[in-house]
Each structure stands twice: as structure tokens, then as C-alpha cells.
């Protein structure tokens, strides 16, 4: 197939994923605006691209996503022991900011990046947990994008052992609490597997997400509470 190009001036429709490429590239150029992401998160897409480049356009098939998180013995004894406090909201910029750092394979959160999400935070459709030691040091986060009870996480990261592992699993139970029925990871690697991330086809995906982003949640009140893990 050809790949659209999308006009920059225009947030016209995405094409149909099922229509990308094998790798799951659906379309080229276009801009980050508001009304282009949300639209590209209500249609299964997503922006992933390097610097120097056009923006790319991503309906990867097979979709990763965590349904049941799978909690290693290792992992439990992190979650029972370790000294931390979870919030959410408090630092977005500050996460997304963390996740763009120190990547050895490069980093896709490019200054535009951060500021179209940013933009999403602050039009209530982006939100962060944030993980802290016990002298309110930020040692972990995750980031990602709320459409109706989808959740889209982003990007995440550590600075202490198992603190990306704790914010992925309590954002995913506490989102789950809230009324979030499909959370997206996109893409599968070895360590999201042992996590307890699966692989659906995309149009089982596309399905899903047809009844989840017409859902009303509301994470307004998760905001700003601490709370830690439960079993």
C-alpha cells in the first residue's frame, strides 16, 4: 500500500489500521497538535519517530497489553518492602522528562514530544504516577494517555531497583480500580513479557477499543493520592 501523508494544517481522519504496513507503520508527517492525538489514540494509533525525522504513524499488529500482571516472588518482596510513597499528577513533566533520558537505544520524547503531551496533561487527557523514597526523592514514573477506559501508557522509568516494575503494576491496578478496562502498552519486549504483558491480534484490539474509549471514567480522584501496593 501507499502511505498517506497527512496534511500538517489539517487533522483530517487516520486511515484504517488495518491497512498499515507489516511492521505497523500507518502514516507519515502531519503535527502533534491536540485534536491530531487524540484522534490518533481513538483510532488505535500512535506517534513514534527519531529526531531528524517526519512524525511516523504506528498500528502495530500483534498490540501488547496488560490484562493480568504477573507479580515474580522478587517483585512481591520489592512491593512489601520497599520504603516508597505513589502519587499521581504530581510531577508529569518531571516523568516525562526522566523517560527521555539515559535510553541506550536512542529517545523518541523529543522537545516536541514533551510539550504536545504536556499539552494533553494539561487538557486532562495525560496523566503520571510517580514513585518517591522516603526523602522525596522521584526514583520511578510512568506516563500515558486516557481515552474514555482506555489507558496508553507511554513510557517509563527507574532510578532504584524495581521502581519502573512498582510503577507499572500499581498504575495498571489503580487505573483497573478506576474503571480502565484496556491498558495499551503497544509494543512487546522480553521485559514487559515477564510482567505479565500479552499479545492480542489488532483487530481484537481495534474492538476493544471501540467499547472502551465510549466509556465515561473519571481519574479525576486519583489525583494526588499516595497510596501503596495491596494484595
Known sequence: MDILYLDPNHAGPFPDPQTALPEGLLAVGGDLSLERLLLAYDSGVFPWYSEYEIPLWWSPDPRAVLDE????????????QADYRVSWNRAFARVVEECSLERLDGTWILPEIKTAYQDLHEAGHAHSLEIWDAEGTLIGGIYGVQRGALFAAESKFHRRRDASKIALMTCQKGLREAGIELF????????LRSLGVTEIPRGEYLE?????????VDLAGLSGED????T
Not at 69 to 80: A, I, K, N
Not at 210 to 216: I, Q, Y
Open 69 to 80: 500482571p504477573h507479580v515474580s516472588r522478587s517483585l512481591q518482596r520489592s512491593l512489601r
Open 184 to 191: 495499551d502498552v503497544q509494543i512487546m519486549n522480553p521485559h
Open 208 to 216: 476493544r477499543l471501540a467499547r472502551a474509549r465510549v466509556r465515561d
Open 227 to 230: 497510596f501503596g501496593w495491596t
